[in-house]
């Protein structure tokens, strides 16, 4: 089958269909869109899709190389980029199988990322491992170590494809081969890769488009990394399938300078954007009215939140901020997703603000109803004088996807029941490499337990949080994110800096901030939220000291255990102990 054409050869007409539709821009590549990288130092460099289809060619050919037999892996510890693009199309286009993980700059640490490379090359069965020129050191002492626990060398290369000389022709892929291993560590130390295949991929590429009505004309920008669910599914493969106008910046690049993303948006015309609900509060943080001078949202059609609980109070100042110049909340677009699942689940389609509920925080049971105070939308949640008590929707299902409620015995709850989110349709994904690996959620019967706690309500899907990630007082549950959300509401305190830790005994908040009045408050608040059942302790830790997945979401267990055996750095800047039971 025809690749993209090489410069300076005849074009040669395609022998037969494209392995995935996903994949079918490389046959046709258009000149007329493009995908924009952001460079450190300002600007863009714009790559048509025939010039990254080129590029595709020869980074296929440098894979397909160092390729060995039975082992069909391929891992890009490479941020966004052209060579993440080129290499991790290079890879399937060389019949491989691409995993995205995290460069170095992700880990605290260079021995832990070494270990953690090196488990990914044994898991995968890496032939070769890609990364920046400025990160090649730390990818060879893994690869070495790889290679000395299995007996088998892989290779290290540049991220940088463009000087290589031969080239590569689109492979016939069956559609039924693995299209990613994508990986996370969860909230355990060790790695686990969920086994996507081309068929998860397109069912769930379709969906994701069809909730935000993608039909390739309309032009996105991201800032999300590629070895996140929603960087490369939605945001990648979603995006190129169609050939869609694609700008992307690094994550980085997004905290040192929040305004470029907001830019793109506000004065160059795009209309889809996705980021967690902390990166709208983070600009509402770092921006001022005179930054948006000029500006106009009024384009802005799809504002996907994913990656963690909505913020009501976060996604209410962005839209505070933004209105004036044309920010409309119903370009938000709240989701529900997870690896487990290819990425989508559910959405709240744009074109209304979404839906929220006021709940009895204090009453949550499971297996029992959710009690409702109030129903409203984001309008009525965010200025309220108690955002933390609203639940912002991730709306409904996505195309070709099933979401129940289940009690702990694996039974079907009714509508406003709380228990068990249980997931499935085309786009559940076939299991975990290694297959026994330790999650929270599982595979079974053809469907995903996913291990979050929610409920339905008139059609609409509401997350409150991980089960095993809940504190159980007097029969309620109390959620260690509902925690989290509620930081926000002591003075002085960025809950974007702490992450809760809960088991049965105890909360501990760790704080990667100067100590301050703000720690006694924050304890007495924890305490009194909880009744007093359980210690609270507030930790103060350097910055970086808080783990997390690769969504951004804290580690918890791994810290708890870390606390528990003394082993994570901190000082008690605020103590609760728990309080005497009454009678």
């Known amino acids: 089958m025809a690749g993209a054409p090489v410069a300076g050869e005849p074009e040669a007409g395609p022998a037969g269909a494209a392995p995935s539709p996903l994949l079918s821009w490389l046959v046709a590549p258009r000149t007329d869109r493009a995908v924009r990288f952001a460079r450190g130092s300002g600007g863009w460099d714009r790559y048509s899709y025939a010039d990254l289809a080129h590029l595709v060619s020869l980074a296929s050919a440098a894979l397909r190389a160092r390729a060995l037999p039975g082992r069909p892996g391929v891992v890009l510890a490479t941020p966004n980029s052209v060579g993440f693009v080129t290499g991790y199309f290079g890879a399937v286009n060389a019949g491989l199988v691409p995993t995205a993980i995290a460069p170095p700059a992700r880990f605290g640490g260079r021995e832990e990322y070494v270990r953690h490379v090196a488990r990914v090359l044994e898991l995968t069965r890496a032939s070769a491992v890609v990364g920046e020129p400025v990160h090649l050191a730390v990818l060879k002492d893994a690869a070495e170590a790889a290679s000395e626990a299995g007996g088998v060398p892989v290779a290290v290369l540049s991220s940088d494809f463009s000087t290589g000389t031969e080239t590569d022709r689109l492979s016939d892929v069956p559609t039924t081969e693995l299209a990613t291993l994508q990986f996370t560590s969860g909230s355990t130390s060790s790695p686990r890769g969920v086994r996507i295949t081309w068929a998860n991929m397109e069912a769930n590429a379709a969906g994701n488009a069809r909730l935000i009505s993608f039909d390739g004309d309309q032009s ?102 933004c209105e004036p110049y044309g920010f409309d909340p119903a370009t938000f677009t709240p989701c529900y997703g997870m690896a487990e699942m290819t990425l989508g689940i559910t959405g709240h389609p744009p074109g209304t603000v979404p839906q929220a509920v006021h709940l009895d925080w204090q009453s949550l049971t499971p297996e029992q109803p959710v009690k409702i105070m109030a129903r409203g939308t984001l309008r009525d949640a965010g200025p309220s004088g108690t955002p933390a008590e609203w639940l912002v929707s991730s709306g409904i299902p996505i195309d070709g996807v099933s979401v129940a409620v289940v009690d702990g015995e694996g039974r079907p709850l009714p509508d406003g029941y709380l228990g068990e989110l249980v997931l499935s349709g085309t786009s559940t994904a076939a299991g975990y490499e290694p297959a026994d690996a330790d999650s929270s959620s599982r595979f079974a019967d053809g469907k995903v337990f996913s291990g979050d706690a929610g409920f339905l309500l008139d059609g609409q899907t509401y997350v409150l949080g991980r089960l095993g990630d809940a504190l159980s007082v007097r029969g309620r549950n109390i959620y260690a994110e509902d925690l989290d959300v509620r930081l926000a509401d002591t003075s002085g305190v960025d809950r974007h800096r702490c992450a809760t830790l809960v088991d049965a005994d105890r909360i501990v908040v760790l704080a990667e901030l100067a100590p301050g009045p703000w720690a006694e408050r924050l304890a007495e608040s924890l305490s009194l939220h909880v009744g007093g059942v359980v210690d609270v302790t507030v930790v103060g830790c350097r910055r970086g000291t808080i783990q997390r997945t690769s969504s951004g979401k804290p580690r918890r267990r791994l810290m708890l255990s870390q606390y528990l055996e003394q082993k994570l750095a901190g000082e008690v800047v605020a103590h609760r102990p728990r309080r005497p039971e009454e009678g």
Do not use: N
């Open 220 to 321: 996105t920008v991201s800032w999300v990394p590629m070895y996140h669910d929603l960087g490369l599914v939605g945001c990648l493969m979603t995006i190129v399938a169609k050939q869609g106008d694609l700008t992307l910046m690094r994550p980085e690049q997004f905290i040192y300078d929040p305004r470029r993303w907001i830019d793109c948006i506000a004065r160059e015309g795009i209309q889809i954007t996705a980021a967690p609900s902390f990166g709208f509060a983070y600009a509402a943080r770092r921006l001022t009215p005179g930054d948006l001078e000029g500006a106009d949202f009024s384009t802005l059609r799809s504002a996907a939140l994913g990656a963690e609980r909505h913020d009501p109070r976060g996604l209410w100042e962005f839209t505070r901020l």
